[in-house]
């Protein structure tokens, strides 16, 4: 009988202990919360007008652009990587002028931060601006397509360190030095420099960047965003490259919204005037992540 209560008992501590040997292994495999946190949006909107014996005149359109928008975030407890994609694509139709593109655009950016415990913190950072498609002028004497681009022709490439502040929770700054390249292969005078005869398909430029980036919010159903990007050549100072987005989205439904916005340029190596494009655009957007 004793000899029966013993076995019992050893069993019983047996199973006991495998039970928590089991559960502290499980406790292991256990997979930690992933570290990153993506989100990725599409959005298209369609624009059409016709006419047909329409006597206050008229031009039949047809336009589309397709956009996709993304940001991926690994947040540490010393480091903060984040990368931002954004991919553009749209055509116009107009009577009978044939298909042209109307908007074109692939932007890469990733920043890593190391996190000080303070408002500034020291980064490194790389960018990749360009294009998908051929790009064309359309002279008004002529009204010929002349193609003035093209994929990866140019390519705007950065690389910076430096220190980023963040001012509040919309608002926050970078300040730095970087380098910058412009990569042509075709379009030469996109790698000109200034003053300088010679045909160059790279140039290659030292110099300080800035970046400062807000997200307001508006109302519960509006946000505005804003970016601005500046690069001074150390050789030219005074000759700053300026790059500036503006947007304010408008959420109508879980799938419609409205969204205006606004892209300047002032690239005095390029033209001596500030390039805008500007869109207003009601669509579908839908969020993937």
């Known amino acids: 009988m004793r000899t029966t209560i013993l076995r019992a008992f050893l069993?019983?501590?047996l199973l006991a202990i495998s039970t928590s040997l089991f559960a502290q292994d499980t406790t292991?495999?256990?997979?930690?919360?992933?570290?990153?946190?993506?989100?990725?949006?599409?959005r298209l909107n369609l624009s059409q007008v016709s006419f047909s014996h329409w006597t206050q005149g008229g031009t039949d359109a047809l336009a589309y652009l397709a956009s996709l928008n993304g940001?991926?975030?690994?947040?540490?407890?010393?480091?903060?990587?984040?990368?931002?994609y954004k991919f553009k694509y749209g055509q116009?139709?107009?009577n009978e002028q044939g298909i042209r593109k109307m908007d074109d655009e692939i932007n890469f950016e990733s920043i890593l931060t190391y996190k000080l415990g303070?408002?500034?913190?020291?980064?490194?950072?790389a960018s990749l601006l360009t294009q998908f498609a051929p790009g064309f002028n359309y002279p008004s004497d002529t009204g010929a397509a002349v193609q003035v681009s093209d994929f990866f022709d140019p390519a705007y490439l950065q690389q910076g360190a430096g220190a980023g502040f963040l001012i509040s929770k919309e608002v926050k700054t970078r300040l730095g030095v970087a380098l910058r390249e412009i990569v042509t292969n075709h379009y030469n005078q996109y790698a000109a420099e200034p003053k300088e005869s010679e045909t160059k398909k790279i140039r290659i430029t030292g110099g300080i960047e800035s970046e400062t980036e807000i997200e307001l919010p508006i109302e519960d159903n509006v946000m505005f965003k804003g970016k601005l990007d500046l690069f001074a050549p150390i050789k030219t100072l005074d000759r700053v490259v300026l790059h500036g987005e503006t947007s304010l989205v408008a959420k109508v439904s879980k799938i419609f919204s409205a969204e205006l916005t606004a892209f300047f340029i002032n690239d005095p190596d390029v033209t001596p005037f500030t390039q805008i494009k500007q869109g207003l655009s009601i669509g579908i957007s839908y969020s993937i992540l």
């Open 11 to 13: 069993l019983t501590c």
């Open 28 to 42: 292991k495999l256990t997979p930690p919360p992933a570290p990153w946190t993506n989100e990725l949006g599409v």
């Open 71 to 84: 940001k991926s975030v690994r947040n540490d407890t010393n480091t903060n990587w984040a990368t931002t």
């Open 92 to 94: 116009a139709k107009l």
């Open 118 to 125: 303070v408002r500034i913190n020291p980064y490194v950072a």
